[in-house]
């Protein structure tokens, strides 16, 4: 499976990103090869409006199956799930860090969108 | 003649001004208040409202069965407002900006327009002032398309006076853009002339000729008048700065009330204004 997590960094050892849309790259890892490319979102960085709803459109396309994040409001987490993407919130650190915890089964999927949209 | 009463700081008096204006010009005169998100003219003009009138903006809605989801909405929307996710589509109406895009494109007919209510238009009269205010929905995020309805209102001869919303972003130019002219409100602190240059930059931008007014006028005006001085920016009218004054509007009393003498000044601003050329308001 591949799985998307969001950071600031480019490698492993970069810092997990709390923001979703505004992330300002998404390290793409291959859970059964255990390789990874990273994905810019700079686009969406700084974009108005939307940030989220394009930024799981572009993960939707990247075909990813979970995406890890600190937060996901609620247009990205609709988008995500429209697009059968679960989203796992997750404290970690570091990516690695976060990886990590995902094979050991320690990051639960979120029902709903944990943090509210900046329209609300 | 369409004059935009603005400015870029917020609470600089065009509320005051548009009000004490509307009541001592000679001839047919009617306000809309454009700050559709906090409309509060008519404390000052104190309305008979005859009726009211809602404000809908189109929003796109998708009728699945007719829908491939090959996505073309999706590219032609600027706003994230509909997104393709191959086998569902999505709308966003809340970030929709009512272009008609993807209901123009979809190769199937599968989004149509439909009416969404976002705000409501008050229209009455005190005496021979007319009066419209726009008033934009609790929960609803985009002005602009309440301004423009509120905008339709403008008189076909005579004056309007057009009481703008603050900042120099979409509400502020869509309550310009159509204008004959400005008349930009200020005040002699820093954060007033701050963003009197915003306001400046932004009026330039659109060709619109303007001119200055300063309220509560006091010894830091200095700051004001080298600026306009310095820009060729006619400064058109001073409030001095009085106790009465803000007495008055805490009464939600005209300025006129307390201070008569500053009706012949407010009634000459149309004429003054028609007067500006654009070439006038360059550096």
Redesign the interface.
Known sequence: MKIAITTSGSDLDAPLDSRFGRAPKFLIYYTDLGTYHVQNNEQNLN?T???G??A??HL?KEKVGCVITGNCGP?AY??LK??DITVCTCAAATVGEAIEMFKRGELEAIEEANVEGH?A | MKIAIASGKGGTGKTTIASAMAFSVRGPVRLLDCDVEEPNSHFFIQPEIQRKEKVYSLVPTIDEALCTGCGEC?RVCQ???I?S??K?T?A?N??CHSCGGCARICPTGAITEIQKEIGTLEIGAHGDVEFVAGRMDVGQ?MSPPIIRATLRHAREEGLTLIDCPPGTSCPFVTAVKGCDAALLVTEPTPFGLHDLKLAVETLRVLGLPFAVAVNRSNEEQNRINEYCHEENIPLLLQIPEDRRVAEAYSRGEILTAVLPEMRAALAVLPERLAALSIERNLP
């Open positions: 974009a409006q939307g940030a709803i394009q799981a459109l939707c247009k609709e988008t429209a697009a329209w | 999706g706003f994230s407002a997104v996710l191959g569902k999505m966003f809340e970030l995020a």
